[in-house]
């Protein structure tokens, strides 16, 4: 187990660098952060000369790799960080300077157990794409294959491991706080970062679920997803059909290609809602340098180390929260998060579809270029607070991603319309779904499933089952002691602190708690 002193240290190190970039200035400027946070804040900043804007993005790139990682999904948590945060998060570009070949060749080599040359051909030592987990290169198989070949950097799952310990430590330091910082769940913010990290750092769960994204897109016409070389792919290195294509975010070159520029904006947005409405799975990763557009105007997504999932129910209540507001049904919508157990019960459905007509009224009917989804979730998060709404873990990625899809399908189209184009697909989806035929379908199957498990459910109690609403159960968290019930253990078993580390809990725990705050907040 960590030392809480060796926390402390990494949190110092990274609030320093967070205070050069000015990143603590808006910790101190939300009326909702305590006083004691904001002196505290004030402390860890004290002798740094800012910007007079922050660059929340620099300070993140500065502490490396996993602090990246955890900036792009505080992007998506405007309630979380601010609006201003997140949306300077949004920038933040996943790369960093390329590992020699000879570290490549040497991961590679001892993870199958074999010769490079065993493998392929020809490798190109010059890597197409070096990010905070792995780097790209071109080769070539014994068989002829054109391939790309992605390697895990060498030592990144132990550095990784550090510094979410850390992570985890400082959220639940937070999270004891109470109030505001309870009610927005940092521990579930980063054991759900955790999850998603270590998922991207096996390349075998990639490879997985780019299969399974391939089987589920099969029937879609002009998105493909690259086959996976399964002989050649391992926890550390994956190999993959080579794309041949333009980036997405190319457009001179995609309309010298002759390229349908709106299609190809309508195509992504009809796609990404079939992955996440039809399918609950999606590509949660899809910003411009994961996307190509083929020869024959094919969208090809590549890096499947971040995926979404959603169970059904919730897909159904998403449909639905998505037509109401398309068709200005703000009470249904209201409904919804009632039943859903996103909003308590002791608050009005009344007062709550007036809070997102004020959301979703300005937008209706007006082109991306006027107003957004974007716009739109930060509208919904504004009011969170105000109606006692708790996050929902499991619609991060969600969000995410469609401020990702909208901000290419913008560029691609900027008259593009999102409510018009996602209106007939979300409405032949509700039909289908949730329609007569549908709703007796599938009472039918509850009623026979009910009938076979009726002698055990007799013998049972009913309250063992309690209703649940449309969030899943969340993971479980790990178990931290917080520092000031270390002291109080220890204090109460009669032994004596370490007298440094009192004091430097002291003097300096102003910077601490500043550093962790940021360290988790930006």
Not at 63 to 72: F, S, V
Not at 476 to 488: A, D, K, Q
Request: aromatic share 8%; charged share 25%; with cysteine.
């Amino acid at each position: 187990m960590t030392r809480p002193s060796t926390h402390i240290w990494r949190l110092l190190k990274w609030g320093r660098i967070l205070a050069r970039h000015g990143a603590l200035r808006g910790i101190e400027r939300d009326p909702n952060t305590p006083a004691p946070v904001k002196r505290l804040c004030r402390t860890a900043r004290f002798g740094t000369i800012q910007p007079r804007e922050p660059d929340y993005a620099g300070a993140f790139r500065e502490i490396g790799p996993a602090a990246i990682k955890l900036g792009q999904t505080l992007a998506t948590r405007p309630d979380l960080v601010g609006d201003e945060a997140a949306k300077n998060l949004l920038s933040l570009q996943d790369s960093l300077p390329p590992v020699p070949f000879a570290a490549i060749r040497k991961q590679i080599e001892d993870s199958f157990e074999r010769p490079l040359e065993d493998l392929f051909v020809e490798v190109d030592p010059e890597p197409v794409g070096a990010a905070s987990i792995a780097q790209v290169h071109k080769g070539v198989t014994t068989e002829g294959r054109t391939v790309a070949i992605k390697v895990l950097r060498p030592g990144i799952r132990e550095k990784f491991e550090q510094d979410i310990a850390t992570y985890e430590w400082a959220a639940a330091h937070l999270e004891a706080m109470g109030g505001e910082a309870r009610r927005l769940r940092p521990r579930l913010t980063i054991a759900n970062f955790k999850r998603w990290s270590n998922s991207e750092l096996d390349f075998r769960r990639e490879a997985a679920s780019a299969s399974e994204l391939a089987d589920a897109m099969r029937g879609f016409d002009g998105y493909a997803i690259p086959a996976i070389d399964w002989d050649r792919t391992n926890g550390r290195v994956l190999t993959i059909e080579w794309v041949d294509g333009v980036k997405i975010s190319n457009m001179t070159a995609l309309a010298e290609a002759g390229h349908d520029l709106p299609d190809l904006a309508r195509r992504l947005v009809l796609a990404f809602l079939t992955q996440a409405i039809s399918g609950g799975f999606f590509h949660a990763d899809m910003h411009q340098g994961n996307l190509f557009v083929k020869a024959d105007g094919t969208i090809v997504a590549i890096d499947f180390g971040i995926m979404g999932r959603i169970d059904r129910r919730a897909r159904q209540w998403l449909a639905e929260i998505l037509y109401g507001l398309i068709t200005g049904n703000y009470k249904r919508v209201a409904e919804i998060h009632f039943e859903a157990q996103y909003v308590p019960s002791y608050h009005s459905v009344d007062e709550f579809a007036t809070a997102l007509r004020a959301v979703g009224e300005p937008m209706r009917g007006k082109p991306v270029s006027e107003l957004s989804v974007g716009q739109m979730l930060d509208g919904l998060f504004a009011i969170t607070r105000d109606f006692d709404m708790q996050t929902q873990p499991h619609l991060l990625l969600l969000q995410k991603t469609m401020v990702m899809v909208e901000g290419i399908a913008t560029q691609l189209d900027p008259q593009i319309n999102m409510w018009d184009v996602s209106a007939p697909y979300v409405r032949s989806w509700i039909r289908d779904e949730l329609g007569p035929e549908a709703a007796i379908a599938d009472r039918i199957r509850a009623d026979i499933d009910t009938l076979i498990r009726l002698p055990e459910l007799v013998r049972r109690i009913e309250d063992r089952y309690p209703a649940k609403g449309g969030a899943p159960e969340q993971p479980p968290l790990p178990e931290v002691e917080l520092l000031w019930e270390r002291r109080r253990r220890r204090a109460e078993a009669g032994q004596r602190g370490w007298p440094g580390y009192i004091a430097a809990a002291v003097v300096g725990g102003a910077a601490v708690w500043g550093a962790m705050l940021a360290g988790i907040i930006g």
